[in-house]
Structures are given as structure tokens and as C-alpha cells.
T-cell receptor
Framework: EAGVAQSPRYKIIEKRQSVAFWCNPI?????LYWYQQILGQGPKLLIQ????????DSQLPKDRFSAERLKGVDSTLKIQPAKLEDSAVYLC?????????????FGPGTRLTVL | AQSVTQPDIHITVSEGASLELRCNYS??????LFWYVQSPGQGLQLLLK??????LVQGIKGFEAEFKRSQSSFNLRKPSVHWSDAAEYFC???????????FGGGTRLMVKP
């Protein structure tokens, strides 16, 4: 079974530029998550989708971050414009459902550096 | 609001020695608790999880954790550490209204030969 795929793996941009990350969850997984992991910290949930609907985006900085999950499969996370403090690893995870006992499976992440 | 504290940022143990990583959580109801491991260049992997029942939980790679409600703790243990266990370990609490996970700050484990 293929795992969660993310691209690109690394991205370097100047501040005020825009950037987009892509995630392909495990086939059949209804729930998709985006996390931000700043160096030296644990991951922080940004947004949670179930199929193509948003379940929780309370920690997403909506003035600059946006995410979508068209057709309930792939997802993109966008930052526009980027700030220095957005430098982090962006992790995508998926789970079969929204039941709280479901295991979340994480992708390898995209490491973003904002200069 | 739920929160997790991992008091030890770094821990170094000798190969073959026993290991205990500490975790304290804050949550108003019965928590859902997890331990994840993050190895260099690899994604986060679930080691074990606790939802209810037996408070001693067995996981993969020989790890176990014990839920102690009175101490609000969920410490991770392994009787004999292998060099390949060197990684970052995260204690995680999940709410029981959905699947929202809150991660602790992590403990970086180094293993001496």
C-alpha cells in the first residue's frame, strides 16, 4: 500500500512570494490533515478535511494560508504572501475516517525555507 | 484546551540500557493518547495508542506505555534500547470529539554505543 505522498520535498522562497504544497493521501482515506512543524517543536494542526469539506481550520492563519481538497482526494496548501516565520516543515496526514481511534498516517513533509 | 508536556528535550542512553520518556497531559475528559516517533528523513510513525481498557499498552518495536490517570501521565518505556531507536519521540493527546491531535514538544533520544 502506497503511503502519503507530498511534493515538493524542499522549497526555498523569498519573503512575500507565494508557494503551494501538494498532498496525495492513502487511497480511500476520507480524512486529510495539514500540520506545520517549526524546528524544535511538535507538529501543529492547521486544517482538517473530511472528504472535500473542512472539519477544523481554527489554527489556520487565513489571511495568508489557504487549503483545498477538490474531489475529496488530493489537497493543496498555499501560502501567499510568505513570511520569515513560515519557515517550517509542512506535513500532510490521512486517516481512514474521522473516528478518533483511527491512526493518522503521515507523509515525509515539505521543508519550506523563507529568506 | 488540551495540552501535552514532555519535560525532557534531550535524553542520551547507552545501547542495551532501559529507557523511559516522560509525558504529562492536560485534558478535561478521558484522553486519547499516542506516542509517535520521527526518524531523520522519515515521516512520523505511530508507536502505540491508548483509548480505554488496560492501562499498559504494547506497541511496535518493543515499546510500551502506561496510562496513569492520577498523575496525568503516559510515559513511554523500552527495556533495552537499540541504536536504531535514536529519533525524536512525540507524546500526543487527542480529543474525544473528533480526531484533533495536540503534539508535545518532543524528546530527542540519542543512543551511545
Amino acid at each position: 500500500e502506497a503511503g502519503v505522498a507530498q511534493s515538493p520535498r524542499y522549497k526555498i522562497i523569498e519573503k512575500r512570494q507565494s508557494v503551494a504544497f501538494w498532498c496525495n493521501p492513502i487511497s480511500g482515506h476520507a480524512t486529510l490533515y495539514w500540520y506545520q512543524q517549526i524546528l524544535g517543536q511538535g507538529p501543529k494542526l492547521l486544517i482538517q478535511f473530511q472528504n472535500n469539506g473542512v472539519v477544523d481550520d481554527s489554527q489556520l492563519p487565513k489571511d495568508r494560508f489557504s487549503a483545498e481538497r477538490l474531489k475529496g482526494v488530493d489537497s493543496t496548501l498555499k501560502i501567499q504572501p510568505a513570511k520569515l516565520e513560515d519557515s517550517a516543515v509542512y506535513l500532510c496526514a490521512s486517516s481512514p475516517g474521522i473516528i478518533n481511534t483511527d491512526t493518522q498516517y503521515f507523509g515525509p513533509g515539505t521543508r519550506l525555507t523563507v529568506l | 484546551a488540551q495540552s501535552v508536556t514532555q519535560p525532557d528535550i534531550h535524553i542520551t542512553v547507552s545501547e542495551g540500557a532501559s529507557l523511559e520518556l516522560r509525558c504529562n497531559y492536560s485534558y478535561g475528559a478521558t484522553p486519547y493518547l499516542f506516542w509517535y516517533v520521527q526518524s531523520p528523513g522519515q515521516g512520523l510513525q505511530l508507536l502505540l495508542k491508548y483509548f480505554s481498557g488496560d492501562t499498559l499498552v504494547q506497541g511496535i518495536k518493543g515499546f510500551e506505555a502506561e496510562f496513569k490517570r492520577s498523575q496525568s501521565s503516559f510515559n513511554l518505556r523500552k527495556p533495552s534500547v537499540h541504536w536504531s531507536d535514536a529519533a525524536e519521540y512525540f507524546c500526543v493527546v487527542g480529543n474525544n470529539a473528533g480526531n484533533m491531535l495536540t503534539f508535545g514538544g518532543g524528546t530527542r533520544l540519542m543512543v551511545k554505543p
